[in-house]
């Protein structure tokens, strides 16, 4: 459980990886997004924006608490099924926490460049790069300019009745 | 307060979109002007494009919504009771910083909505009044596009040719043609070709986050360095408390904090707000004296009346193909007018557009802009590799009629770092609007799967969608029901003008801000023209 002053102890940074590594679990060669060694970037994100810092010792608070973990030996020493489970549990109980945290998660994994690496996202800024700007093909027009005018007429003075050119 | 600043003629309140059009053709006319922004300058390069972390600024000090960014610049809004957010940015550029710059017009018929349909109210002027001003406008704000759109009047020459449709615009347009419905590629304030001195754009993607190469037209890097060559001054980090009167009434300037926190006064012969249409009656409420008891220009108590946004419905369609949806300006590709103007077949009056939409990296496509995140757990990768770089959204952007319990007013707890109070929105989503999305997302639907989408999502209404704040201190020719006259000026003191979104009588069914622009730039030839008077 976070200290008073909303510092991660060592047991919460455990419980960190494991829940990452539930919430996005290894694939290709690629371990779980805590094994990744992200939490610490997490933690770092956390630390500096409060409404993250906020999600994020919450979150951990409700894993901790959760009796069945602690007759285990904590989240840490429960089956992934049951991880899951207590996690889902987090997202019914506090499903706005578990939204940040959610989303706090998601920045740190999709901001790495071993991920971008393997789902072909060019890793960082996009500028200057950018990418080939094509100019316009306007033979795709053609459809569209056979039409007649359809914008609705509105009459000059007040004598005049509104048309619609369609 | 200390009055340690040389009079100006004219004080223009906010340094946005329409505050640096009417800056500049006052300046033009020999005008002194300046200006108090309560945000900075920002330097393009430092943009979040530029950084390799630009996925968080985007969710945090970039976020769209000021309660998330909390800068000193920004002041807190309680919008506890309403349906939509309202989303702005405070800095020399105001909004358009942070806009798409997607910017068609106004049809005629909407300046027309009372005599047509029976609702709302007529505007007091009328298309072709303001269509010398969106030819200027275009001018100065850079247009990419084409002629021949058959759902609009024939307009002048865009500078530049359209933006690409992309592979996934293409897919669409193709769609569009083959139920029969029209489309035409946007109308963007976004470099196709270098134009005066700023580079083409390179397809970055986020152009909501501030364009680096300057390509998107935000007016810190079109009106603001003109009208500084002609001697307007930018007084940046100022924050005005209340516009000032005298025992006529008539408006003497503005108190403000200056960047240090003094209180500070500037006086004017005349005083321009461009502060948005949730800024300006904040302010123009806010400004009590004897003579305007309950709020500055506000005898009629329509200050912060009638608030409208765009209520938009987001239909995310997901394809087998990798698009590279990523690739491009966000919601610069095309637009649908079909279903525009009212059909009396229908259960609604007045009508929507459709503007097509990307995606924006892999952080976004993981949150889901517009649709559920991706999925945590053991399906995750899967449902992402399902989504990424193939995901296309069609906004609805529905017309919002104005209603008087849809308002702005002053939040009696809530303030900002100076002490100001905030402004709480009262907002409730209409009838008639719930029908237009409802509509509008039935009818995406069919055009997305036409389109070849496996998979279709809606957001019958998106909370974070109130870019377009308007209708807050309307134009109109009767005092009791109206804040200001058609050149904005306001009814109850002849030497204050109001010219950002809060004059719109109605909100048409497009983005705004063209339409702002050309106003603040007509009521600014209205005051080079006719009011000699303010200029010393």
């Known amino acids: ?166 | 307060m200390t009055e340690n600043q040389e009079p100006t003629d004219i004080l223009v309140i906010g340094a946005g979109a329409s505050g640096a059009a009417a800056a500049w053709r006052l300046a033009q006319g020999g005008f002194r002007v300046v200006c108090l922004e309560q945000g900075r300058w920002h330097r393009p390069e430092d943009y979040p494009a530029t950084k390799p972390d630009w996925q968080l600024r985007a969710r945090d000090e970039w976020s769209f919504d000021p309660n998330v960014r909390q800068k000193p610049e920004d002041y807190p809004v309680n919008d506890s009771a309403s349906d939509i957010t309202p989303l702005m940015f405070n800095a020399v550029g105001g909004s358009t910083i942070h806009w798409t710059a997607h910017t068609p017009r106004f049809h005629p018929s909407d300046f027309r909505v009372r005599s047509l349909d029976g609702v709302a109210a007529d505007w007091p002027l009328a298309y072709e009044d303001l269509e010398p001003y969106y030819d200027l406008n275009d001018e100065s704000m850079g247009c990419s596009g084409i002629a021949g759109d058959p759902a609009n009047p024939e307009r002048k020459k865009r500078p530049m040719p359209p933006l690409p449709l992309g592979p996934d615009g293409t897919r669409m347009a193709q769609a569009f043609d083959r139920l029969g419905w029209h489309w035409w590629p946007s109308d963007s304030y976004i470099n196709s070709t270098s134009y005066r001195g700023r580079a083409a754009c390179n397809n970055c993607g986020p152009n909501g986050l501030g364009c680096a190469r300057k390509a998107k037209g935000s007016t810190d890097v079109t009106y603001w360095p003109e009208a500084m060559e002609l001697g307007v001054e930018v007084r940046t980090r100022c924050r005005v408390s209340e516009i000032t009167t005298d025992e006529s009434g008539s408006v003497t300037g503005a108190a403000y904090f200056d960047r240090d926190g003094n209180q500070q006064h500037q006086s004017a012969r005349a005083v321009v707000v461009a502060c948005n249409g949730v800024g300006t009656p904040r302010m123009l409420l806010h400004s009590t004296s004897d003579r305007h008891p309950s709020g500055l220009a506000n005898s009629s108590g329509m200050v912060g009346k009638n608030l409208m946004f765009h209520p938009y419905a987001m239909v995310t369609g997901i394809f087998h193909e990798q698009m590279h949806t990523y690739r491009g300006a966000l919601g610069n590709i095309l637009m649908c007018q079909e279903f525009y103007e009212t059909n009396p077949k229908r259960d609604f009056v007045r009508g929507y557009a459709y503007q097509m939409n990307r995606s924006t990296g892999p952080v976004a496509t993981a949150m889901g802009f517009a649709m559920p995140g991706v999925i945590w757990g053991q399906q995750h990768h899967d449902e992402f590799a399902e989504r990424f770089g193939k995901s296309v959204l069609l906004a609805v952007i529905a017309e919002d009629l104005p209603e008087l319990h849809n308002e702005v007013a002053l939040d009696k707890k809530l303030r900002d770092s100076h002490g100001i109070p905030a402004p709480l929105i009262r907002y409730k989503t209409s009838s008639n609007s719930r029908k237009m999305l409802d509509h509008g997302i039935r009818n995406a639907r069919k055009v997305l799967e036409e389109a070849g989408a496996h998979t279709v999502a809606a957001n019958p209404l998106l909370r974070p969608g109130g870019w377009h704040l308007m209708g807050t201190a309307r134009m109109g020719e009767d005092p009791a029901t109206s804040v200001v006259d058609e050149w904005g000026q306001a009814h109850d003191a002849d030497n204050l003008f109001v010219v950002d979104g809060s004059v719109f009588v109605t909100a048409a069914a497009v983005n705004p801000t063209p339409t702002i622009q050309a106003l603040a730039l007509r009521t600014a030839d209205y005051i080079r023209e006719r009011r000699p008077d303010l200029k010393a």
Not at chain 1, 26 to 47: C, F, H, K, N, T
Not at chain 1, 84 to 112: C, M, N, R, T
Not at chain 1, 134 to 149: A, C, G, N, V, Y
Request: charged share 30%.
């Open chain 1, 1 to 166: 459980m976070p200290t008073k002053d909303g510092k991660l102890t060592e047991a919460d940074r455990k419980v960190l990886v494991a829940a990452m590594d539930r919430l996005i679990p290894a694939v290709d060669d690629l371990p779980g997004a805590g094994s990744m060694d992200l939490a610490p970037e997490a933690e770092r994100i956390a630390r500096r924006i409060p409404r993250f810092h906020l999600a994020l010792i919450k979150a951990l608070d409700a894993l901790s608490l959760d009796m069945s973990a602690h007759a285990y030996g904590g989240f840490r020493a429960l089956p992934g099924e049951e991880q899951d489970a207590a996690l889902k549990g987090v997202e019914h109980a506090l499903p706005s926490v578990f939204a940040q945290f959610l989303e706090l998660v998601y920045i740190v994994y999709y901001s790495d460049e071993r991920v971008h690496n393997r789902i072909g996202w060019r890793s960082g800024p996009l500028q200057p790069a950018g990418f080939e700007l094509e100019p316009f093909d306007e033979s795709i027009l053609e459809t569209t300019r056979k039409r007649e005018p359809f914008w609705r007429r509105v009459p000059t003075s007040t004598n005049e009745h509104p048309q619609q050119t369609r």
